[in-house]
């Protein structure tokens, strides 16, 4: 079962399932009949379109004679409420000294509420009783009284169980919650010597992320001699690109390790399109996705003087012969260029002119980072 799922441009995550709904509309079944007995023929009322799934599950249980019928009513517009109760099918049914049973899918404001007591008013009934499934007391407005209440809940948006949004979701078993965290999660891209590590590290502090660096995760794999990190080595001893299937799998363990976080910069990855596409739906699984790919462009002769430079402190075999450094150069320009034209099709690349002082670059970068 999907612990995340997206419903026309919104994530939402899974709140609770069909058991917990089950046990509340035992609850309420019990509660009501309780109070009529076994003598009352209540006729139950279900407030269209969100209760259908309710209203057929209480009346399942209900262990007298009952009768079923349905109003039709609606206040909701996408995620909010329109704060306007708009009668759209009204009763038909004769209920002259007839007990009445409101079974309403979820209460919050109480604008509905208040549109079925007026409703009800001036009706010649026995008496009048409301039985809600989930209810919001934190936004509940209104001096009316709720008789039975299945599940209490916070005052955020849910789908499910005959809930919708726009339309979308009634069909669902379970509660799902929107979700609103507003997680960040940035590409930093660039060929090898483009600065990417420095400037990961200064802006992850200014926008409080967490860097991941493949080059990280492969050195700390091969230090502690981990299956995944010997094979890594042997490829990049080569000058060549770890493979897809072995870099994909150490990214996914190392973003399983941050659960809170407010976004992550993807240092070295993706590097092909299938590892792109990997990390997409990756990241959907989690109701959440790329931002924006951020590519810092530099000269290539500039980048090799950069790695052989660098290559004299850093003790890396790869960092030291300009052979494979060109090497790992022409694999950059094979299969990973293209992952340009990847973004771009989804309107989320953004070049950065890689040279100049770090300060200068951090500057450029800050600016695209701000956009996103």
Do not use: W
């Not at 890594?232 to 060549?240: N, T, V, W």
């Not at 030291?320 to 060109?326: L, P, T």
């Amino acid at each position: 079962m999907k612990q995340t799922i997206k419903i026309h441009d919104k994530f939402f995550n899974r709140y609770f399932g069909a058991e917990k709904i089950q046990k509340a509309i035992d609850s309420l079944v019990q509660q009501v009949h309780d109070d009529l007995g076994d003598d009352e023929i209540p006729i139950f009322i279900g407030i269209l379109n969100g209760s259908f799934m309710f209203v057929a599950d209480f009346i399942r249980v209900y262990p007298t004679n009952c009768e079923v019928t349905f109003v039709k009513l609606a206040s909701y517009e996408g995620t909010e409420s329109t704060g306007q109760v708009n009668e759209l099918v009204g009763l038909t049914e004769d209920l002259t000294n007839r007990t009445v049973v409101i079974l309403e899918d979820i209460i919050d404001t109480g604008n509905t509420l208040s549109k079925i007591y007026d409703i009800f008013e001036h009706l010649p009934i026995k008496q009048l009783k409301l039985a809600t499934l989930f209810f919001k007391p934190d936004v509940f407005k209104k001096a009316l009284p709720i008789d039975y209440i299945g599940i209490s809940i916070p005052d955020r948006f849910i789908i499910g169980y005959g809930l919708d949004y726009d339309g979308l979701g009634r069909n669902l078993k379970s509660i799902y919650q929107l979700k609103t965290e507003n997680i960040k999660n940035i590409v930093l891209f660039g060929p090898p010597g483009a600065g990417k590590g420095t400037q990961a590290s200064i802006l992850k502090e200014k926008y409080d992320l967490i860097h991941i660096s493949t080059g990280d995760i492969f050195r700390k794999n091969i230090k502690n001699n981990t299956e995944l990190g010997i094979l890594a080595k042997s490829f990049m001893d080569d000058g060549d690109l770890v493979p897809d299937s072995v870099t994909i799998e150490m990214l996914k363990d190392e973003v399983n390790k941050h659960r809170t976080t407010a976004g992550f910069i993807f240092d070295g990855f993706p590097r092909t399109i299938l590892q792109a596409e990997a990390l997409d739906a990756f990241l959907a699984e989690k109701g959440e996705q790329i931002n924006g790919m951020v590519a810092l462009e530099v000269p290539e002769d500039e980048l090799v003087s950069r790695i052989l430079e660098r290559g004299k402190t850093s003790g890396r075999p790869d960092d030291q012969n300009e052979s494979k450094i060109r090497n790992r150069f022409n694999e950059y320009k094979t299969k990973t260029e293209v992952l340009k034209e990847y973004y771009e099709k989804q309107d989320k690349y953004y070049g950065v002119n890689g040279l100049g002082s770090i300060d200068d670059i951090t500057c450029e970068l800050i600016k695209v980072f701000d956009k996103l």
